[in-house]
T-cell receptor, first 114, second 111 residues
Framework: NAGVTQTPKFRVLKTGQSMTLLCAQDMNHEYMYWYRQDPGMGLRLIHYSVGEGTTAKGEVPDGYNVSRLKKQNFLLGLESAAPSQTSVYFC?????????????FGEGSRLTVL | AQRVTQPEKLLSVFKGAPVELKCNYSYSGSPELFWYVQYSRQRLQLLLRHISRESIKGFTADLNKGETSFHLKKPFAQEEDSAMYYCALSGAPGNTGKLIFGQGTTLQVKP
């Protein structure tokens, strides 16, 4: 039972490069989220999705794009990476039906932008 | 504005001592509050939610609407409680998975 899987787990980029983080969940959850975790700032929501084909901005969306072409996948893209995007990125999913507020998290992806 | 504040970055206690991790929130409505925990080399996971009023691993948290607080308490800390703890607020009725997190508090339980 994999739950939420993120790839890659580590990545180093140069300023201006682009990359995509992939999140996959096997729990048939409707809702998916991308958070970033920074020291002293907790987790901040970047973008989220309430269903296949839909996305919405969170608290810190600038510099990121997302896509939800399939229910089980949620992609986070950085078109032109900046050092300020150095962070640990967490994907999470939750059930609309149960709607308990419980998020299921991936293991995190550590991104360094030089 | 909706906000969650955890005033302590680090809380260090000895094994067997009581623990209280503070959480204050700002929300104009009926809040749904949660505590999440991240143990070393493990995923962030739900510890407890205020609506279920349960005790998990000896931890409890009571919602105090007058003081807008949701402090996490345990009477006797154990070394295995050492972890990062996040208080979180549901910011969207109908989509309670959209959470606003506090800054996090690292709990260190010394032997």
């Amino acid at each position: 039972n994999a739950g939420v899987t993120q790839t890659p787990k580590f990545r180093v980029l140069k300023t201006g490069q682009s990359m995509t983080l992939l999140c996959a969940q096997d729990m048939n959850h409707e809702y998916m989220y991308w958070y970033r975790q920074d020291p002293g700032m907790g987790l901040r929501l970047i973008h989220y999705s309430v269903g296949e084909g839909t996305t919405a901005k969170g608290e810190v969306p600038d510099g990121y794009n997302v896509s939800r072409l399939k229910k089980q996948n949620f992609l986070l893209g950085l078109e032109s990476a900046a050092p300020s995007q150095t962070s640990v990125y967490f994907c999470a999913s939750s059930s609309r039906v149960q709607n308990t507020g419980e998020l299921f998290f991936g293991e995190g992806s550590r991104l360094t932008v030089l | 504005a909706q906000r969650v504040t955890q005033p302590e970055k680090l809380l260090s206690v000895f094994k067997g001592a009581p623990v209280e991790l503070k959480c204050n929130y700002s929300y104009s409505g009926s809040p749904e509050l949660f505590w999440y925990v991240q143990y070393s080399r493990q995923r962030l996971q739900l510890l407890l939610r205020h609506i279920s009023r349960e005790s998990i691993k000896g931890f409890t948290a009571d919602l105090n609407k007058g003081e807008t607080s949701f402090h996490l308490k345990k009477p006797f800390a154990q070394e295995e409680d050492s972890a990062m703890y996040y208080c979180a607020l549901s910011g969207a009725p109908g989509n309670t998975g959209k959470l606003i997190f506090g800054q996090g508090t690292t709990l260190q339980v010394k032997p």
